[in-house]
Structure formats: structure tokens, C-alpha cells
């Protein structure tokens, strides 16, 4: 089956700083991958790149199989939410469907009418006298109505509050369900992830440090805690991401396939939001600390 | 009909959870042969949850012969979990209220409640097995 996403050494660069570099994935279609990251490390440009609204300066993106922006049908194809979920202020409800079922030839005014009424929105009511968490739902609206196989949406609920985040991620929910669609989903909260993504993405400082699915990443992963030792004498196929040290003890991160069987280890399996954790901090100085929110 | 939950916090998987829900209702009895679960759509839109969870749960519990799918309609218990034990639930269920009550009576909170009683239960079950 075609991947919905297929990367190869992807590079995106603005003057010398690569914003995205060295980049291979290859995401089943079907899966609603979420792709985390601090700010600033490739996030944005890796949508981007994905919707064709930029171009790579090394290596391929394609989407099931197809280069972005390369045919009317291949952007048919593939829904955007942008950052801030961009609507224009002074149009009503009814103008931004209007405009949607111009620009899209698979429009689905039916679809796109009722959400607009299960939401209980007026269609009269201009953007901008919508709530963030109602102009959130009414670019969702217009992505989702072009019936699209690949939903990009870029950090969608940053700015909304738990309830408009919730009623939103049910929207798109509900869409993965009726439609079938595959989502990439960016964010820097990972409580949401957890919900509804089974596929992660781990970007930081333009490079990707962890994909896969996500029941796997958490069954190969486990924090190991002890009395204080150095990391020497875990088997060849256990790989350290993380340690700590005090006086006593050790806490260590570590990826295995195998198991650990050292009785003087206590193994626990790691949760999906400390083992983000444990990639983020372990790719960056002490200094620079990554800027993600953990929120309960 | 059932209504799930999710927490986050638990540390147990998605998908884990909602298992572990209908086998719950399964054995107190709240759950019937032939009672129909919430479809998919119903779940993702209650509780915002990716519905290849709900569907990998729902085939879980298909594997395990609990319930079974119905093309077109949805999915439904096949097999309940409650036993002969059913009618002692009732009263079981009083004395273990009562026995709540004595404790937080004590000053236990609920975090000590929860380790005395697993404590009891393990080393109770360890002394059945020898």
C-alpha cells in the first residue's frame, strides 16, 4: 500500500540554518500521526513542505506517491489547517463554504452545512465575530469538506482552551471515522496526543529523533532505576536515551526490543509523554532547554 | 448501553482501557448477552479518541469470544463474564462499604485504602496458591 507520507533525506533551508535536514519517514496511510517537537524545530516547515507550500532544497516528499502541488487532483487530495486556523474576518460562515465549493471540486456542501449546524453556528455570523474555538471548527470545516484522503493541520488547537481543544479534537475524530481520512496532527501538547494519535513523530532542532506507532514506541521503551552505577553491562541491544545520577541511584531511559532481565534493576514502562520528554532533553545542551508544555 | 472513559494519567494504553471497561461491566452484570456497545462513531465523539483504538479494542475483545460484529449494525455481547457469584455481589458489596467506611473512619485515605487492599488480596492469593 502507498505510505500517505513518504520522506527521503528531505532538507529544507532558509539562508544557512537548515529549518528541516536529513528527514526520512514513511507513514502508513490510515493513521492519525501526531508530530511533536519544541518550537522552532521543524514542525511548520515540514507541513509545509508537505502541502507544497514550500519547496525542499534536498531530497523527495511525496504523497501517496505523488509530489505536493504537482496537479489539481493531487491538492484535492490533501486538506490544510494553517497555524491560528486562518479565516477572513469580515466574510460570514456562508461566504468562506461559498468560496470553499468554488475552489474544490469534490466540495461536500451537505458535510460542510451540517457541522456548520451541529456546531449551532449561524451562517449569516461573520469570522470575526467568532470565538477562537468557533473559527477553530470553521477551518476545519473547509479542509474537511473537500473530502480530502490527508488532513495536515498545524498546531490546530494551541491556542483554545481545554473545552474548544476537546470539541475540537472530537470534530476531527469523527471525521477520521466517517471519512477515513489520515491526519498529521501538529502540536507541542503531549496530553493530546495520547487521545487520538496511534503514529508519533518526534522532531527537535530540524531533525527527526523518533517515528513509529505508537502502541510500539511505549511496549520498547522503559525507565530503569537502581542503586548508582555506570551504564556499562546492559545487554548490546538496549540503547540509553537518557540518565541521571545521584549520590545513590540511577535513572535510566532506555529503547529495547529484548527485555531487561538484571534483577537489580527496577523496570517500569514508560509512559507516551515521558518517553517525548526523554528524546527532547536528551537532544539538546543543558542550556537550552526545549520548550515544550506538559499539561495534566 | 455502556459509556466509556479515558485517563490520560493512567499510564494504561488506549485501547487497554477501554477493554478493560467492557470486561468491567461484563462481570458486575451491567453489561448483557445481546446488549449492543456504543459503534465507533459514538465513542470517538464522546470521549475525542483516535477510532482505531475504539476498533482495535472492539476486535480485542472479538478475539477474546466476548463480543462479536454484525456487518452494518454493530457490535454485541456475545458472552458475559458475571457468574453464579452474581447474587453475592450484593451483600459482598455492603460489608466491603462498611468496612470503607470503618476505614477512612480510621484516617486512612484513599491511597492507603487502595495498598492495604492490594496487599491483603496478594498475600491472601499467594497463601491460596501454596
Known amino acids: ?296 | 448501553m455502556i459509556e466509556f472513559h479515558l485517563d490520560t494519567r493512567s499510564g494504561v494504553a488506549p485501547y487497554q482501557q477501554v477493554v478493560q471497561q467492557v470486561r468491567h461491566a461484563l462481570r458486575l452484570g451491567l453489561l448483557q448477552v445481546d446488549e449492543q456497545l456504543p459503534t465507533v462513531k459514538e465513542v470517538v465523539k464522546a470521549i475525542a479518541i483516535n477510532p482505531n483504538t475504539v476498533l482495535k479494542a472492539y476486535k480485542e475483545l472479538e478475539h477474546q469470544g466476548l463480543v462479536a460484529a454484525r456487518p452494518g449494525i454493530g457490535t454485541f455481547v456475545i458472552k458475559t463474564l458475571s457468574d453464579d457469584s452474581l447474587p453475592a455481589h450484593g451483600p459482598l458489596r455492603q460489608s466491603l462499604q462498611r468496612w470503607l467506611e470503618r476505614a477512612r473512619g480510621a484516617g486512612l485515605d484513599e491511597e492507603s485504602i487502595e495498598a492495604l487492599f492490594r496487599d491483603v488480596l496478594r498475600s491472601s492469593s499467594v497463601e491460596g496458591d501454596a
Not at chain 1, 157 to 170: G, H, K, S, W
Not at chain 1, 226 to 245: I, K, W, Y
Request: aromatic share 4%; charged share 25%; proline share 5%.
Open chain 1, 1 to 296: 500500500m502507498t505510505a500517505a507520507l513518504e520522506a527521503h533525506s528531505l532538507g529544507k533551508r532558509y539562508g544557512n540554518k537548515w529549518a528541516l535536514a536529513d528527514c526520512s519517514l514513511s507513514i502508513p496511510a490510515g493513521r492519525v500521526v501526531g508530530l511533536v517537537g519544541p518550537n522552532g524545530a521543524g514542525k511548520s516547515t515540514l507541513l509545509q513542505l508537505a502541502v507544497g507550500l514550500l519547496r525542499p532544497d534536498v531530497g523527495s516528499i511525496a504523497l501517496f506517491g505523488e509530489q505536493p502541488g504537482s496537479s489539481p487532483e493531487q491538492l484535492a487530495r490533501v486538506g490544510f489547517v494553517g497555524q491560528d486556523t486562518p479565516t477572513y474576518g469580515g466574510w460570514s460562515i456562508r461566504d468562506h463554504l461559498w468560496f470553499g465549493a468554488q475552489m474544490n471540486p469534490g466540495w461536500d456542501q451537505v458535510l460542510a452545512e451540517g457541522r456548520i449546524a451541529e456546531l449551532g453556528l449561524d451562517p449569516r455570523q461573520k469570522a470575526r465575530q467568532l470565538s477562537g474555538g468557533q473559527r477553530a471548527q470553521l477551518a476545519l470545516t473547509l479542509a474537511v469538506a473537500k473530502r480530502p484522503e490527508l488532513l495536515l493541520l498545524d498546531e490546530p488547537v494551541a491556542a483554545l482552551d481545554p473545552l474548544a481543544r476537546r470539541e475540537f479534537l472530537q470534530g476531527l475524530m469523527e471525521v477520521v471515522a466517517d471519512q477515513r481520512a489520515s491526519v498529521i496532527l501538529s502540536s507541542h501538547l503531549v496530553s493530546d496526543l495520547e487521545r487520538v494519535c496511534d503514529y508519533l513523530v518526534v522532531l527537535v532542532d530540524s531533525r527527526v529523533r523518533v517515528a513509529g506507532e505508537i502502541d510500539e514506541l511505549v511496549a520498547s521503551h522503559y525507565r530503569l532505576s537502581g542503586p548508582r552505577r555506570e551504564r556499562g553491562g546492559l545487554p548490546g541491544n538496549v540503547e540509553v536515551l537518557d540518565e541521571r545520577h545521584t549520590d545513590r541511584q540511577s535513572t535510566l531511559v532506555v529503547r529495547t526490543d529484548g527485555q531487561v532481565l538484571d534483577p537489580s534493576w527496577t523496570v517500569e514502562q514508560l509512559g507516551l509523554e515521558d518517553l517525548v520528554l526523554a528524546y527532547m532533553t536528551h537532544a539538546v545542551g543543558e542550556d537550552r532547554r526545549p520548550r515544550l508544555e506538559v499539561r495534566a
